[in-house]
């Protein structure tokens, strides 16, 4: 059962323009939703989180939107980058239980 | 510099054979998470521990073991019952009971593959 959906597993995008990964999830009982970053061979490191209380939070370029009624968030990076390319999970945790993850999304931002 | 160490990084293992992933952190974190993932499935959890001498099952856990005897350290065991072991294998931690705005801090993984 998976509670947390990643639909898109690819997305690609022109450097400098707005990249929208996109998450969906089931258990209503989630309060703090992530999103990490991973390269290949490597960890998972966090970019931004938020929490239902929310729903927006921004940092720099990447802003997360939670729309609770639709049980829906979405990370947006602007303007895009190369560097940006990655893997991208979104997660969600409920009551500070354990984590669950989405399948992923990678993101390939063309020069 | 803190932070969670896994290794080996590559791992390769004959069929019929038990093998152990260590993960060790220095950041005082009282719970330990494993995951494993598999190319379009996200990462899926096998074991937590909260607190040392204390650890359970997570999604996945069939064909796993793993012991927590000190804080510091929570080693996952791929036993020969696990059917499909090869994957990219992910340790994590978490400090204390209280929400980290950064979640979990991740190790670099090791990718186990089964010859």
């Known amino acids: 059962d998976q509670q947390v959906k990643q639909n898109s597993p690819s997305l690609s995008v022109q450097e400098g323009r707005i990249s929208i990964l996109n998450c969906d999830y089931t258990?209503?009982?989630?309060?703090?939703f992530l999103w990490y970053k991973k390269y290949p061979a490597e960890g998972p490191t966090f970019l931004i989180s938020?929490?239902?209380?929310?729903d927006k939070n921004e940092d720099g370029r990447f802003t997360v939107f939670l729309n609770k009624s639709a049980k829906h968030l979405s990370l947006h990076i602007v303007p895009s980058q190369p560097g940006d390319s990655a893997v991208y999970f979104c997660?969600?945790?409920?009551?500070?239980?354990?984590?669950?993850f989405g399948a992923g999304t990678r993101l390939t931002v063309k020069p | 510099d803190g932070g969670i160490t896994q290794s080996p990084k590559y791992l390769f293992r004959k069929e019929g054979q038990n093998v152990t992933l260590s993960c060790e952190q220095n950041?005082?974190?009282?719970?330990m998470y494993w995951y494993r993932q598999d190319p379009g499935q996200g990462l899926r959890l096998i074991y937590y521990?909260?607190?040392?001498?204390?650890?359970q099952k997570g999604d996945i856990a069939e064909g796993y073991s793993v012991s927590r005897e000190k804080k510091e350290s929570f080693p996952l065991t791929v036993t020969s019952a696990q059917k499909n072991p090869t994957a990219f294998y992910l340790c994590?931690?978490?400090?204390?009971?209280?929400?980290?705005?950064?979640?979990?801090?991740f190790g670099s993984g090791t990718r186990l593959t089964v010859v």
């Open positions: 994590a931690s978490r400090e204390g009971s209280q929400y980290s705005v950064y979640g979990y801090t």
């Open positions: 258990n209503s009982m989630f309060d703090y």
């Open positions: 938020i929490s239902s209380i929310k």
């Open positions: 997660a969600a945790s409920a009551n500070n239980n354990d984590m669950r």
């Open positions: 950041l005082n974190h009282d719970a």
């Open positions: 521990s909260q607190i040392v001498n204390d650890f």
